[in-house]
T-cell receptor, first 112, second 114 residues
Framework: DVKVTQSSRYLVKRTGEKVFLECVQDMDHENMFWYRQDPGLGLRLIYFSYDVKMKEKGDIPEGYSVSREKKERFSLILESASTNQTSMYLC???????????FGPGTRLTVL | QKEVEQDPGPLSVPEGAIVSLNCTYSNSAFQYFMWYRQYSRKGPELLMYTYSSGNKEDGRFTAQVDKSSKYISLFIRDSQPSDSATYLCAMSRAGGTSYGKLTFGQGTILTVHP
């Protein structure tokens, strides 16, 4: 079975802190994605990566950056956390040439 | 206007009911259509995947696509309390050139009560 793991289930940070969210997949997938999920807004794509060291902006990249140094790991970085970044963050991966995405359990981030 | 619209509900039905979940979309470039199911405190998981207009059945679940109306549906027959979850529709343009990018609906919260 494909497994996507995220470093934390729950995280509480203060405004202005730098926040790292880690995602690891064990199926050698090329594509990896970071979403945020908010009530009434569904899943919105923040960034995605289709190869090591490659990244593309999604629909809402402002305030975020990403890093993909190894194929299995995709990190989301909040350079200076703000209260409007309080959300559920979901990581996903997929093989190439396919639309099937496999999701991690999510990290619920609260910024105070 | 969002590219994909989905009624967020919530939807509450008795056990055994037929459930209909729907999404509309505005971009005719969408060619692939999916339904994901998300249980509470879990990530979404793929439930159904369709390409062409028409119906696709898998057990108690039927996915329907009408490209001419830009409308997709998921039907659940004989609904069970274990079907209680958030259902998200998702769409993509073409897997090869879009790196698997999906556009999601807002999700519909479904509760099936015994």
């Amino acid at each position: 079975d494909v497994k996507v793991t995220q470093s934390s289930r729950y995280l509480v940070k203060r405004t202005g802190e730098k926040v790292f969210l880690e995602c690891v997949q064990d199926m050698d997938h090329e594509n990896m994605f970071w979403y945020r999920q908010d009530p009434g807004l569904g899943l919105r794509l923040i960034y995605f990566s289709y190869d090591v060291k490659m990244k593309e902006k999604g629909d809402i990249p402002e305030g975020y950056s990403v890093s993909r140094e190894k194929k299995e790991r995709f990190s989301l970085i909040l350079e200076s956390a703000s209260t409007n970044q309080t959300s559920m963050y979901l990581c996903a991966s997929s093989p190439p040439q396919t639309d099937t995405q496999y999701f991690g359990p999510g990290t619920r981030l609260t910024v105070l | 206007q969002k590219e994909v619209e989905q009624d967020p509900g919530p939807l509450s039905v008795p056990e055994g009911a037929i459930v209909s979940l729907n999404c509309t979309y505005s971009n005719s470039a969408f060619q692939y259509f999916m339904w994901y199911r998300q249980y509470s405190r879990k990530g979404p998981e793929l439930l159904m995947y369709t390409y062409s207009s028409g119906n696709k059945e898998d057990g108690r679940f039927t996915a329907q696509v009408d490209k001419s109306s830009k409308y997709i549906s998921l039907f659940i027959r004989d609904s069970q309390p274990s079907d209680s979850a958030t259902y998200l529709c998702a769409m993509s343009r073409a897997g090869g050139t879009s790196y698997g990018k999906l556009t999601f609906g807002q999700g519909t919260i479904l509760t099936v009560h015994p």
